[in-house]
């Protein structure tokens, strides 16, 4: 089946330091990602869309030039947060869709900035 | 705005016993509507619903969507510990980007 790999699992960084994730589309190409954070007790709330080739688009309330999205080539995406700090922490999630209706999550990455 | 409500927010529930999850939702281009289970990490798959009425099911677990109330339920019938996680429901609206949006999440836990 598809699967979305995303690394690091678990990232814990100090406070004004930058952290990159990336989130790769194993055995199929998407030239359409999307990154999700999700803090504690809460659900998913959809950050950003990457698009391969082109400048994301992102969700009203998110800072793009604080939450960097580089969409390089069909199987990969990267989310930069930049100069972070402990409001930050959350849980980030990337997806990607391998056909017309299918819907891939990758494992999460849990960031913590201390 | 598009809104994607779910209910109740947590249920505690005996093992062996039948729950019943409620999502509703508010979108302007509807596409599908998914269910999915989160434990501690990345959400896994249940269903996807295009249709109304048309019941999906997967072992003790089953959904069905109506398009017309815009609504959907998820029931998982003698629940078992395992089954303890926060499900959340989302909706992809027939814009062409196949994003999602979520729910609030309903986070249920089977006692033993």
């Known amino acids: 089946g598809a699967v979305v790999s995303q690394h690091p699992s678990r990232v814990i960084c100090k406070s004004g330091t930058s952290v990159k994730i990336e989130c790769r589309s194993l055995d199929f190409q998407a030239t359409t990602m999307f990154w999700y954070r999700q803090f504690p007790k809460q659900s998913l709330m959809l950050m950003a869309t990457?698009?391969?080739?082109?400048?994301?688009?992102?969700e009203q309330g998110v800072e793009k030039d604080k939450f960097l999205i580089n969409h390089a080539s069909l199987t990969l995406s990267t989310l930069t947060v930049t100069s972070a700090h402990p409001e930050d922490s959350s849980f980030y999630i990337c997806s990607a869709t391998p056909g017309i209706y299918g819907y891939t999550f990758g494992s999460g990455t849990r960031l913590t900035v201390v | 705005e598009d809104k994607v409500v779910q209910s109740p927010l947590s249920l505690v529930v005996h093992e062996g016993d039948t729950v019943t999850l409620n999502c509703s939702y508010e979108?302007?281009?509807?596409?599908?509507l998914l269910w999915y289970k989160q434990e501690k990490k990345a959400p896994t798959f249940l269903f996807m619903l295009t249709s109304s009425g048309i019941e999906k099911k997967s072992g003790r677990l089953s959904s069905i969507l109506d398009k017309k109330e815009l609504f959907s339920i998820l029931n998982i019938t003698a629940t078992q510990t395992g089954d303890s996680a926060v499900y959340l429901c989302a909706v992809a609206e027939d814009f062409g980007n196949e994003k999602l949006t979520f729910g609030t999440g309903t986070r249920l836990t089977i006692i033993p």
């Open positions: 979108v302007t281009n509807f596409r599908s």
């Open positions: 990457s698009n391969e080739g082109s400048k994301a688009t992102y």
